[in-house]
């Protein structure tokens, strides 16, 4: 859970290093396609969409993210949530080799779905986990690992790093590892206490 809410982190300010190769790839593509440049407004268009359709994905995830824990229980709740993480990751990591602005699009959509479920079932599935006595401590390790993830994201744009244009996309696909992370230890937790009392019925397994 915590790799998840570090992944949002990452997923929001990662975006904001490569903004000008990013409009650069999209003029450069527009112009392959229909042997016109764009004009400014499209390009500001096509970036602000980049930029604000990950709120929408966030909107679906956070939406579905009552129904999933109920239906899945939290744990398997957040290793579903890695499905759209890794498609994202993939999708917006292969956009310059494929020619397709539209894939960094419905990648950064799929990783808003991500962002928006792991920080609800997060919050749930720690809470409901951790001791009565470390339950407020653990409570808000998704603010902390949210604001570390945002800090790494700035990290790794910076021009010493990824920030270049040659590795932009690898910048953008950089979520993929807490999602790999997540993906590879979660299964070894346990799942919620209450979810598999109040939910699954099964007093047994709770206890």
Not at 15 to 34: C, G, M
Not at 38 to 43: D, V
Request: net charge positive.
């Amino acid at each position: 859970g915590m790799t998840g809410t570090f992944h949002y982190g990452l997923q929001v300010s990662i975006i904001n290093s490569p903004a000008e190769y990013v409009q650069s790839f999209i003029r450069e593509t527009w112009l392959k396609r229909y042997g016109s440049s764009p004009s400014a407004e499209m390009i500001t268009l096509m970036w602000s969409l980049i930029v604000s359709i990950y709120s929408i994905g966030g909107l679906l995830g956070s939406s579905s993210a009552g129904y999933l824990s109920v239906r899945f229980g939290r744990k398997k709740a957040m290793l579903l949530s890695n499905i759209p993480a890794l498609l994202g990751a993939a999708l917006m990591g292969l956009s310059r080799l494929c020619g397709s602005f539209e894939m960094i699009i419905a990648g950064r959509l799929f990783s808003g779905v991500c962002g928006g479920l792991t920080q609800n079932v997060h919050i749930m599935y720690a809470g409901e986990c951790a001791p009565r006595k470390l339950r407020g401590l653990i409570a808000i390790t998704a603010s902390t690992f949210s604001a570390i993830g945002k800090f790494v994201g700035f990290a790794l744009g910076l021009r010493e790093v990824l920030g270049v244009e040659a590795l932009w996309p690898i910048l953008l696909a950089a979520n993929a590892v807490p999602a790999l992370v997540q993906f590879l230890t979660l299964p070894f937790f346990p799942d919620s206490p209450r979810y598999l009392l109040i939910d699954q019925k099964d007093k047994e397994a709770c206890i």
